[in-house]
């Protein structure tokens, strides 16, 4: 089964910290994807990697930042915390290949308060 | 740009009924895959069901089924025989075959599963 883990549940934060979520996979994926979940918003991209230090923005990628030095670990940096980056955080990943049906599988999500 | 529309933010529906749920999307394109994934309350997304535009027969997995009406660019769910394990919030997801990092996602429609 594939594994798709994130480094917290629920994180607090204060204004201007600076935040890394992390993410790991252990299914040898390519593609990983870092996405925004809010009410009545749904899901919005903020950033993916096609693959080791390969990024792409998103939708929403203003106030975020991304690394991905190993090929199963994909971080979301903030910069400078905003509460308006208060939020739940889903990572997933991908296999890439010809088959454009490979699904994406996702981590449990990281709330993250912002103060 | 493409649109993912759930027009219904809540349902309910009694164990053992059957419930359908509203997605309606907007594309120029003809190659395309939509997607259900399935959030129960402090879990992991997973992947419902998929069906891709080219195929007219609609997507079937176990007691839970498609209506994909592609002119009227439509993609219901049905839940047949609801368990009480089927509630959870429901995200309907659409992806160009052109772009197949990119999963666009609807607002999510919660489902409770009432006893």
């Known amino acids: 089964d594939v594994k798709v883990t994130q480094s917290s549940r629920y994180l607090v934060k204060r204004t201007g910290e600076k935040v890394f979520l992390e993410c790991v996979q252990d299914?040898?994926?390519?593609?990983m994807f870092w996405y925004r979940q809010d009410p009545g918003l749904g899901l919005r991209l903020i950033y993916f990697s096609y693959d080791v230090k390969m990024k792409e923005k998103g939708d929403i990628p203003e106030g975020y930042s991304v690394s991905r030095e190993k090929k199963e670990r994909f971080s979301l940096i903030l910069e400078s915390a905003s509460t308006n980056q208060t939020s739940m955080y889903l990572c997933?990943?991908?296999?890439?290949?010809?088959?454009?049906?490979?699904?994406?599988?996702f981590g449990p999500g990281t709330r993250l308060t912002v103060l | 740009a493409q649109t993912v529309t759930q027009s219904q933010p809540e349902m309910s529906v009694q164990e053992a009924e059957t419930v359908t749920l509203s997605c309606t999307y907007d594309?120029?394109?003809?190659?395309?895959?939509l997607f259900w994934y399935k959030q129960p309350p402090s879990r992991q997304m997973i992947l419902v069901i998929r069906?891709?535009?080219?195929?007219?027969q609609n997507a079937t997995e176990n007691r839970f089924s498609v209506n994909f009406q592609k002119a009227a660019k439509s993609f219901s769910l049905k839940i047949s025989d609801s368990q009480l394990g089927d509630t959870a919030m429901y995200f309907c997801?659409?992806?160009?075959?052109?772009?197949?990092?990119?999963?666009?996602f609807g607002t999510g429609t919660l489902l409770a599963v009432q006893p």
């Open positions: 594309t120029s394109e003809n190659n395309y895959y």
């Open positions: 997933a990943s991908r296999k890439a290949g010809s088959s454009s049906y490979n699904e994406q599988f």
């Open positions: 997801a659409f992806m160009s075959r052109g772009a197949t990092n990119k999963l666009i």
């Open positions: 299914m040898d994926h390519e593609n």
């Open positions: 069906q891709e535009a080219y195929k007219q």
